[in-house]
């Protein structure tokens, strides 16, 4: 393959992490030559999606001293006792593995906001048509010891039997005054609260102590110390994106996470971007007299005017520690959490977010069903996430497992740990590589486009940044008849009309 590579490029990217993807898309379709490396077998790195033996085996791997994802470890926990209604076997590790590739196993698990940064992102650049996305079936808090679901819809909130009919109105014109807030810059009932906590703000609402936590934990998933501004802003974006694709203002990639960066490496690819996985880059240095980039990699020198790489892949980064980032639970059960109301017909997806008993601090947890396309049929995928504390990761998590599992009958067939790391320092001999970030605590992807689009306005500062690609049917040929694709590009029900009236002309010709 070292034969057949170009020698020349204006961008070679390293890692094909969701951030670098975005960045070669990006210089693809603005025309710029671009080369995607990867070390890996797979796409994506800890953004990426694995099969069930596959994760197994990722997480049996040492890492490397400057890998992002370190301290994996996993177990397995069968049950003979355990029967199924039915009487049909119970899952077990064999029968789980025996159906691996049905599994769809996020790293670093997401879900977007219906009006948010990457679903803008996906539409204007016209990447959506690469993708298939779930609504959220469900936004959950814990209520008493119990897993409820948040009303986020006007009928949700007039039909949930979780609230009174007096908690329901004071519901709506809370809701009502925070979709306002903005409008009238002169609204004396926002201004003294201004450089207050948005705690604060609830309590002067004099809203009961349930609706008071509907909202910290599930519309403006914020804290006590969080500011009024901050907590607003919030619950006017978890407001915005209601109604867009579905009763939750969340949608949920099918066949998990690892699909995004994908998306972005095909549109790269049909731009003329060239990839190659399982390919390291053994050494860079910086040519003086061209001021281009000289990668070895395969026994090849490679020339690049401009580096992209994701933290930890490039040589000279050796003297870059690690420090850990985020901390990650990733659990199999043969049945889900809450009451059969949150899991109708086999439940979908569910978003719960977890406070200590301090609101200190926090978690994110994400339930899947095979609805997503992420597992069999009768499992339930349990994603927990939270900022690490430590090294490890269980530890960690351990305030928000006891919070889930304790007190649940939800059956634990898998379950594993592991942290995502981030670099603590920077390599001098590196200052002209640009290093994407590595995956941070957030619940969408804002902070990982934000970074893509920095990195790509420094490389290419008067470019576009993921201009809309034309479909397949919009591209004229040269020397083509571009009024031959104007019967493609009608809908379905106006190209059967225009072809009976193409039938009736030949037929009156034919009279004639």
């Not at 992209?308 to 990650?328: C, F, L, N, Q, T």
Request: aromatic share 10%.
């Amino acid at each position: 393959m070292s034969d057949d590579l170009p020698e020349q490029f204006d961008l070679v990217v390293i890692g094909t992490g969701f951030t670098e993807s975005c960045i070669a898309a990006a210089a693809s379709r603005i025309g710029k030559s671009v080369l995607h490396l990867d070390s890996n077998e797979y796409y994506g790195d800890v953004w990426s999606s694995f099969a069930m033996d596959a994760l197994c085996a990722r997480l049996d791997q040492k890492p490397e001293p400057h890998s992002t994802l370190r301290n994996g470890w996993y177990s397995w926990h069968t049950s003979e006792s355990l029967e199924t209604e039915t009487g049909e076997r119970p899952w077990n590790k064999d029968s789980v593995l025996a159906k691996s590739r049905r599994f769809s196993l996020d790293l670093c698990p997401r879900i977007l906001y219906a009006a948010g940064e990457l679903v803008q992102l996906l539409i204007k650049s016209n990447i959506c048509r690469y993708a298939e996305f779930r609504a959220v079936d469900h936004v959950c808090m814990r209520h008493n010891g119990e897993i409820v679901s948040v009303p986020c819809s006007r009928s949700d909130v007039f039909n949930t039997k979780t609230l009174t009919i007096v908690e329901k109105r004071l519901l709506m014109k809370f809701l009502t005054a925070c979709n306002d807030f903005g409008e009238d810059k002169c609204n004396e009932d926002s201004l003294e609260f201004r450089g207050r906590t948005f705690l604060e703000y609830l309590q002067a609402q004099r809203v009961t102590e349930k609706i008071s936590s509907c909202v910290m934990q599930a519309i403006a998933m914020c804290g006590p110390s969080t500011s009024f501004e901050e907590g607003m802003q919030r619950t006017q974006r978890f407001l915005g994106s209601l109604g867009r694709y579905g009763n939750t203002p969340f949608l949920f990639p099918m066949y998990g996470c690892g699909e995004l960066p994908q998306c972005f490496c095909r549109l790269c690819a049909v731009y003329g971007g060239i990839y190659c996985l399982k390919r390291v880059v053994e050494d860079i240095a910086l040519d003086s007299n061209s001021n281009e980039f000289l990668l070895s990699s395969a026994g090849k020198t490679l020339r690049a005017k401009n580096v992209v790489s994701a933290p930890g892949y490039s040589p000279v980064s050796k003297d870059i520690e690690m420090k850990p980032h985020i901390s990650r639970g990733l659990f199999i059960s043969s049945s889900p959490l809450g009451n059969e109301e949150l899991n109708k017909g086999g439940g979908g997806v569910n978003v719960l977010r977890l406070v200590d008993a301090d609101g200190a601090r926090e978690a994110i947890l994400l339930q899947l069903s095979h609805y997503t396309g992420a597992c069999p049929e009768g499992l339930y995928i349990f994603h927990l996430t939270t900022p690490a504390a430590s090294e490890d990761p269980a530890a960690d998590l351990n305030v928000f497992t006891s919070q889930l599992f304790d007190r649940s009958n939800a059956q634990i067939i898998f379950r594993s740990y592991f942290t995502i790391a981030v670099q603590s320092n920077k390599s001098a001999a590196a200052e002209h590589i640009f290093y994407t970030d590595p995956p941070t605590y957030e619940l969408d992807y804002d902070i990982a486009i934000a970074n893509a689009r920095q990195i790509f306005g420094k490389l290419f500062p008067d470019a576009d940044f993921l201009p809309r690609a034309p479909d397949p049917e919009e591209i004229v040929v040269d020397g083509e008849d571009p009024s031959a694709l104007n019967e493609h590009s009608l809908p379905e029900d106006l190209r059967a009309q225009l072809h009976d009236m193409q039938q009736a002309t030949q037929e009156m010709d034919i009279q004639d």
